[in-house]
């Protein structure tokens, strides 16, 4: 037997470096191929990562919380058969024969050695010497006690992850580390014995250790993301490391700011024809297995008027000078979630039916509610909805996702007077359903007339629905 390392792969789109959100397995336990072993934070996503080998766990070389450079060693497994095979008594082992297979690099996620994998190819110039004890030398058949590990805190007797670890999703491990709370320590009153948030909020409001903070309410955003709640007792400050989706989040928002001139324009809209629509549907059978809602009614408009106007789908490339003008219309969909803002995209909304656009809604929001949007679904985005009408906002300037060209304000759907003009011409003030919608566009792509045309179309749809007929 010897020890191999796991150094960690590049989750997905060339990062560089990760968080460790939470360890699945402990020192002891036993793993077999492809089992999931890790989950990481990115500057994009939660990513759970498998190992690509067999054996039992020796050691974990990094804790939760910890930043880990890609390629860097994660954990140690002691695996079978990685010893040379016949070496004669007193002869030393092959050259590189115990060594963990890190020279390969870090491998993908799903790639690596394969299991029963028994020999490996010298390395060249590295002597006996130079490998790891531990792995070169012969393993004694009597198993070695895990009890006598050299860990302060060890217990005596090896214990299951369910022993050792407690039971909590993502989201509640990240607020548990924002605001200092142990797990272990906290009592869980979730199904199945489940550490849940208002768990560890209180943990954390009786905890003389937590980070200044009493826990956050669940009406407050900023409290529930960061562990902050104003006014609480503790410290006149807390300091919150700026890493992960937030980090990535500030930089892309700095860099879209001051690279594309943003221009914004607004548009208030009767959207009562567009509210009826969404009830009948919601009493469609045939749209009963999907949500409906306006936000599916909007995309649907935004991305009808998207493929009318094709130059604003589109993208500035800087490093070759040239103006990418995109086939398909992958929808980003703007969502706040515990890890921060994520924006998701459908890919070829514009060719989804209502009904399928309505599911893909659906699944984005669910994905990204449970923190596990994959880095390949926050990629190649061509325009974005941001729907800030679900927090009873009217409108604003929004911020366009790097590499867009548009991004579209829903703002929240209000019952208001309203000056309607009859058949004959006649004018009446009625109780309307209205909404205003608000589009920033790169003024180096989209210019003032082709930005009014884009907007003008999206209110069109949604004062009538059936204006689409007339584009078909």
């Known amino acids: ?199 560890v909020e209180s943990a954390a409001s009786g905890s003389t250790g937590a980070a200044g903070a009493t826990g956050a309410t669940g009406g407050a955003a900023a409290a529930s993301a960061t562990g902050v709640t104003p006014f609480a007792d503790g410290p006149a400050e807390t300091r919150v490391p700026i890493k992960g989706v937030r980090r990535a989040t500030a930089q892309a928002m700095v860099s879209s700011a001051f690279t594309a001139p943003h221009v914004t324009e607004f548009v208030t809209v009767d959207v009562t024809a567009m509210m009826d629509m969404v009830e009948r549907l919601k009493g469609d059978r045939s749209f009963r297995d999907v949500k409906v809602t306006p936000l599916l009614v909007v995309a649907k408009a935004f991305t009808l008027a998207l493929r009318r106007h094709a130059e604003a789908n589109a993208s500035w490339d800087d490093a070759t000078q040239e103006i990418v003008y995109h086939r398909d219309v992958n929808l980003g969909i703007a969502a706040a979630t515990p890890r921060g803002l994520l924006v998701p995209n459908i890919k070829a909304a514009d060719r989804l039916s209502l009904h399928d656009l309505a599911g893909a809604l659906g699944d984005l929001v669910a994905t990204a509610r449970e923190g596990k949007t994959q880095p390949a679904d926050l990629s190649g985005g061509t325009a974005t909805i941001t729907n800030v009408g679900v927090f009873g906002v009217d409108t604003g300037t929004p911020i366009l996702n790097p590499g867009e060209a548009a991004i579209l304000a829903f703002g929240a759907v209000r019952r208001t007077p309203w000056v309607v003009t009859g058949a004959d011409g006649s004018e009446s003030i009625e109780p309307r359903w209205v909404t205003q919608l608000a589009l920033s566009f790169d003024h180096r792509l989209v210019d003032g007339e082709l930005g009014s045309k884009l907007l003008a179309d999206v209110a069109a749809l949604l004062h009538d629905p059936g204006t689409a007929f007339l584009w078909a």
């Open 1 to 199: 037997m010897a020890v191999q390392h796991f150094t960690l792969p590049d989750p997905g789109e060339g990062l560089t470096e990760a968080d460790v959100v939470s360890w699945k397995v402990q020192p002891g336990d036993t793993v077999t191929v492809n089992q999931i072993i890790i989950e990481v934070e990115t500057a994009k996503s939660l990513v759970e990562l498998p190992i690509p080998f067999a054996g039992t766990i020796t050691e974990l070389l990094v804790a939760e919380g910890d930043t880990v450079d890609v390629g860097a060693p994660i954990i140690a497994v002691e695996v079978e058969g990685s010893a040379p095979e016949a070496a004669p008594a007193g002869e030393a082992p092959a050259e590189g024969a115990g060594e963990a297979d890190e020279s390969a690099g870090p491998n993908l996620v799903g790639y690596g050695a394969k299991a029963g994998s028994t020999r490996r190819r010298a390395r060249k110039g590295a002597a006996p010497a130079a490998a790891d004890p531990a792995a070169a030398a012969p393993v004694s058949p009597e198993p070695a006690p895990a009890p006598e590990a050299p860990a302060p805190a060890a217990p005596t007797e090896p214990l299951s992850p369910q022993a050792t670890r407690a039971l909590a999703k993502p989201p509640v491990r990240k607020l548990a580390k924002d605001l200092g709370v142990d797990l272990q320590s906290v009592t869980p009153t979730g199904e199945g014995g489940i550490v849940t948030r208002a768990d």
